[in-house]
């Protein structure tokens, strides 16, 4: 047991580091009959360095289960950032006003990219304010997913036929397409590992919004979003990858006999999503007693739309409401909401957390609905959770607070998420659930 046991062993560590200085000019231009005009300009310049070690052992005797990420290794890598921005906010007439703004960065390496934003508001009465917004977004690459050394790993499983024979590479030995296993002698490799030819991730984004006020205690708003996102950067499933095999025929790599022999898997710009919904705020405070207030919160998101394109020629998935094999989980509704009773001394809080249900995952070869009688596994049901907490300030620059997380000690809900990049070996959600039990949380916190 010891000569496997990692004490003392460094199992990784790294460092970032960041120079940077900035230097910017705000003001007023000239006044117009709504107002006065005022900009605002600067520069920005910042050094990136990041280093990353993993298993630096002489003798690197495996250590069962040992947490190594030798796979994000980098000796140290750095880049430089350029930016120049501007802004100018423009009353329209009362109540009406325009912000537009502009910026450019330049990534040492990599290149240039110009991003303008324009919004608008506009408060005809004082209870209500509309307001609108249309912007562009650009995410670089980070080091990993640049620089990381590529690496090949032999695939183990035996579900999928090779897609340049079998459509979709689905496996039906009947037709003659078995599937590519050790067991027939014609297993694959997968590379992963960083591409230094990767391209900026882009994204337009647009909203529109109201917010009500109609007394000082009580406030809702409505926020309209969408989101479309091309040139993902990431690693595509091996599922898109067999599925879409007309797309990503170059990713597939054969021998002189034409038996596949490696897929490769490292990062890529492809695809894009869309992503739509409106984002609900209400809150509200009312006093009770002499010396008590009742406040009541929610905070929501309605999901309208969540698609997804695995590359340009694609069809789109639908991911709303439905289990997806990366990214957040197309939830079509989600919020967290709280009521809370105060006094001068003492408040206590109740919090709901709730995410809706989907359709669960079905794993390949296995027909929905019949993994397990045990549960519901066409639909994952919805996780609610229930969080109480009390605080005292009776005493000056002191505050004591005690709390349940998961009041009713409730399980997460039965869901197929083990066969992922979230799995974890079990029957639950890591995205959604939380599987810990009732606990109890003290705190006490000293102001000077």
Not at 197 to 203: F, M, N, R, S
Not at 230 to 237: E, F, P
Not at 359 to 387: E, R, S
């Amino acid at each position: 047991m010891q000569s496997a046991s990692a004490a003392g062993v460094s199992l990784y560590n790294g460092k970032y580091s960041v120079w940077n200085g900035s230097a910017s000019v705000t003001g007023s231009l000239f006044d117009l009959p709504a107002g006065t005009v005022k900009a605002a300009v600067g520069l920005d310049w910042r050094r990136e360095g990041y280093e990353f070690t993993g298993d630096t052992r002489v003798d690197q005797e495996t250590i069962y289960s040992a947490p190594f990420d030798n796979g994000n290794a980098l000796d140290g890598v750095h880049r430089t950032v350029k930016a120049a921005y501007a802004e100018v906010l423009i009353p329209i007439i009362k109540g009406m006003e325009v912000d537009a703004a502009g910026r450019i960065d330049d990534y040492s390496g990599f290149g240039t990219t110009t991003n303008p934003k324009v919004s608008i508001k506009y408060r005809p009465w004082q209870p209500i304010m509309f307001r609108a917004s249309y912007s562009t977004a650009f995410r670089v690459p980070s080091f990993n997913q640049l620089f990381n050394a590529s690496y090949e790993s032999v695939y183990t499983g035996a579900d999928y036929a090779d897609p340049a024979k079998c459509a979709g590479g689905v496996v039906n030995v009947a037709a003659g397409c078995p599937a590519l296993s050790s067991t027939n002698g014609n297993t694959f490799s997968v590379k992963y590992g960083g591409r230094t030819d990767l391209g900026p991730e882009t994204a337009d984004e647009w909203g529109a919004g109201v917010v009500l006020q109609p007394a000082n205690n009580i406030s809702f708003s409505a926020d309209w979003w969408l989101i479309k996102r091309k040139n993902t950067i990431q690693t595509l499933a091996l599922q898109y990858l067999f599925t879409n095999y007309d797309l990503f025929k170059d990713q597939f790599h054969y021998d002189a006999n034409g038996n596949l022999t490696l897929v490769d898997d490292t990062y890529v710009n492809t695809g894009g999503t869309t992503t739509q919904g409106i984002d609900f705020t209400f809150h509200g405070a009312w006093p009770i007693g002499a010396h008590g207030q009742v406040d009541v919160g929610l905070d929501g998101t309605w999901l309208l739309e969540k698609k997804e394109k695995v590359a340009a020629g694609s069809a789109s998935i639908d991911e709303l409401g439905v289990y997806s094999l990366a990214d957040d989980l197309g939830l079509r509704w989600k919020h967290n909401a709280y009521v809370s009773y105060s006094t001068s001394d003492w408040s206590v809080t109740l919090t709901q957390i709730f995410r809706s249900g989907y359709k669960n995952q079905v794993l390949p070869g296995v027909a929905a609905g019949t993994f397990d009688p045990c549960c519901d596994v066409t639909n994952v049901k919805p996780y609610i959770l229930y969080n109480l907490s009390a605080s005292y300030t009776g005493i000056d620059h002191l505050r004591l607070t005690a709390g349940i997380t998961n009041l009713f000690n409730t399980d997460p809900p039965f869901a197929i998420s083990y066969d992922s990049n979230y799995g974890s070996g079990s029957d639950w959600e890591p995205r959604v659930a939380d599987p810990r039990g009732r606990s109890f949380n003290i705190t006490a916190s000293v102001t000077l």
